[in-house]
Structures are given as C-alpha cells and as structure tokens.
C-alpha cells in the first residue's frame, strides 16, 4: 500500500479510547468537502448475519452516521436492508438471487469455465448429514426448525458426535455453511437441497448479496455489476449530484479476499480449483477497474471498497499491523489514488485488540476508499467511524456492544463544480 509521506504506520488508539464514541476525532468540516465512508457489518451470532441487538436498533446505529454517500456490506438479512434503506433519503439496492447471471463471467483466459454440476452430498455424506442434523434438530433448533445461534453448532456437541469435521466431504460441508448457516434454510430444507437430485453448492444467503449504497443527496444512473463469484459480490454504482452542483460518480464494492473457503469449506466455484479462491479475487478486482474506467473514464469516482486485503505495518520492529492477502490491492493500487490525506497515520479497521467481538484475533485493515479522476490533494482528511460500544441492546448484563466486528472507514473529499 502507497500512503503519502512515507509516514510510519501505526495502529491509533487504545480500547478505552475507542469506548468512547463512535467515531476518531475528525477535523473541522470545511464548504465544498463531502464525507464518503465504507462500513462492513457483520456480527457473527446469528445465522443469516441477522443482528442479535434487533434491526431496529442496528438500523438505528447505522443511521447516526452522517456521511454523505455511506456503502454498507455485510447487510444480508432482508429485514436490517429495509430498515436501514429507510433511513436513507436515497439508495442503491438492486438485490439478487440464486438466479441473477455474472455481468460479465469470462474468465482470465477469456473463456466461461464450467460450473459445478454434482450434489454436494453423496454416498456416506448422506448418512453422517442426516444423523448430524437430527443432532442439530434436538440440540440447536426451535419450533421452526432454524438454528438458534451459530455458536450451538460447534459448541453443542453435533460436530464431534458424528466427526463431521473430518467425515464429510468439502462440498457436503459448504452446502450445509451455505444453506443453514448464511442462508436461512431450516435444518429440514438444507438436507434436501445438499443432497440428490439436486446439483451443486448453492451460493451464500440464498444468492442476495450484501452491499448497499446510501445517499444524503440525488443519485442517478444506479447500476448493478454482478462479479463472478461462488457466492454473491457486485458493484453498485450511481452519480450523485452534491449541494454544491457537483457530481461525482460513487462505487460501493465487496470482494473475495482470503482463502476462508479454500481453508475450511474448499473451493466451489469455477474460477480454478486449489488456489482457486485467489483467481477469483484477482479476476473480480480486474472486472472492477474495468467497469470503473469505462463507466467514469476522466469524471471524478470515488470507490469504496470492503476488499479483504491489507498491508502488514511495523513500529520500532513490532508488527502492529498485520498484513492480509496484500497483493490484492495492488491492481486498486495501480489504477487508483488511495483516498488518504498526507500524513495519515494508518489503523485497523478489524481490531481483535480494541473490539470485544474479536478478542484474540488480528489487527487489518482491509476497508479502502480510492479516487479516480481525482487527486489525492482532494482528500482533506481519514479517520475510522463506528469504533466503541455503539449499539445499545437493552439487556441490562451488557447494554452497549459493538455493531460489528469491524470499523468503518471515513474520507472527506474536497468536490468542485
């Protein structure tokens, strides 16, 4: 990662200061800057991404902030996209489904490679996948035959029973994650569709993807980009036309940018097999510099982007920031300016130190803003947004906790007429 100045890069902030507010001190708003901020939602207790502190009150969370142009991923669960989308005087949604087609699905060598085309759960899958789903039903399901939390799953006793973990194939394993894991399926309805007659792994969240794109002012020409992808990832796209007559072109984006699938669940797409999950992202972010290139070509773009990727940083040899896939930014890299002020001194936006969701984990940064047709003297100023216990539960044993497992990422850009 390219950050002006050459500074050294720091992880800011201790967790008692991150308590404080949902936000980093931000400088004094100046005329003719607008804030553009990326915010990746996930809270990893309930299947589906739904949020245990209730919609009402993550909408609610989300809503406080106050950025002219806000891109959400992570939203899957319908209910949470409309109150959120409600609190928006303008939005970008354009869901999908199981059925939306690849905008553009040819691959690296410009041919569209075969899709996965056998059941997911074959032969012994099938008996070790009943047993350990009648397991489920008595343990971690209530009367509607859906889970009751993730955690139950592996903390319950199912997993090591019936050895799941090392009896079941990796497709038999990602049809299960895919269906009553992240996509609300009852446990009934996950046998059915992970075994014979039916075909294939089906995508994540039933096909929807996460991202959505919201707007305090005027969004025209919305457009939609589906990636290619084993799950759900697009590009939403749309020009907004700020207070001051100025209009400039805004992407909201997630991609694929850890081996996740490939460690745990195996690689189900069609991009290539082993490091097939990497051919995916690689492919993705190239589709994405060419749909921003030829939609903006020179009108000013700001791209925000929940990318999975991120440098590795040092402070007086101590690793403070720790590098994730950071070879995916480069092609960001290559064809945009990062959206940093001078001077910016760098943070996680996942936080296993500050964040009570991530104790024991990892210090990235992988939330990005970048400029096209813009240079980077236009940014005025980067900070996080949504740090701290933000979210009230109205449990009294805890009554803050955090929104998500991740922070939020703010630019205030400078736009002209």
Not at 55 to 78: K, M, Q, T
Not at 134 to 156: E, H, M, N, V, W
Not at 365 to 378: D, N
Request: aromatic share 8%.
């Amino acid at each position: 990662m390219r950050i002006p100045g050459a500074i050294a890069v720091l992880v800011a902030a201790a967790a008692a200061a991150l308590a404080c507010g949902s936000s980093e001190d931000a400088p004094a708003v100046n005329a003719g800057t607008f804030a553009f901020e990326a915010f990746t939602f996930d809270h990893p207790t309930l299947p589906d991404n739904g949020a245990p502190f209730g919609n009402r009150r993550a909408a609610a969370a989300i809503g406080r902030s106050d950025a002219d142009v806000l891109c959400l991923n992570g939203v899957y669960d319908p209910q949470l996209r409309q109150a959120v989308a409600g609190r928006a005087p303008f939005n970008v949604d354009l869901q999908t489904d199981e059925a939306t087609e690849t905008t553009d699905p040819v691959d690296a060598t410009g041919s569209v490679p075969p899709v996965y085309d056998r059941p997911a759960c074959i032969a012994k899958d099938e008996a070790t996948m009943s047993q350990f789903v009648g397991c489920l039903k008595q343990k971690c399901s209530g009367p509607d035959d859906r889970l009751t939390s993730i955690g139950c799953i592996y903390y319950g006793g199912c997993v090591r029973d019936h050895n799941v973990a090392t009896q079941v194939s990796v497709e038999c394993h990602a049809c299960f994650h895919s269906t009553v894991e992240l996509g609300g399926y009852t446990l009934s309805e996950s046998l059915t569709r992970c075994r014979p007659p039916s075909i294939g792994v089906p995508r994540r969240h039933r096909g929807r993807h996460g991202t959505m794109l919201l707007s305090k002012h005027p969004l025209s020409n919305q457009q939609r980009f589906v990636l290619p992808s084993s799950d759900r990832y697009v590009v939403l796209a749309a020009t907004v036309t700020l207070p001051n007559a100025a209009t400039v072109d805004a992407y909201c984006l997630e991609t694929r940018g850890t081996e996740d699938g490939a460690t745990h669940y195996g690689y189900r797409g069609q991009y290539g097999g082993g490091p097939g999950e990497f051919r995916e992202r690689d492919l993705q972010l190239a589709k994405v510099v060419s749909f921003v290139r030829s939609r903006s070509q020179d009108r000013p773009a700001v791209i925000l982007a929940e990318l999975g990727s991120g440098p590795e940083a040092e402070e007086q040899g101590k690793v403070v920031l720790d590098g994730q896939n950071p070879t995916g930014l480069a092609p960001f890299e290559n064809a945009f300016v990062e959206a940093l002020p001078a001077g910016y001194r760098a943070a996680c936006t996942t936080c296993g130190r500050s964040n009570l969701l991530l104790v024991g984990f990892t210090q990235v940064w992988t939330t990005h803003i970048f400029l096209s047709g813009m240079p980077a003297t236009t940014v005025r100023s980067s900070h996080r947004t949504f740090i701290g216990d933000v979210v009230k539960t109205g449990d009294a044993r805890q009554p803050q906790v955090p929104l998500s497992v991740n922070y939020g990422f703010r630019s205030r850009i400078a736009v002209a007429p």
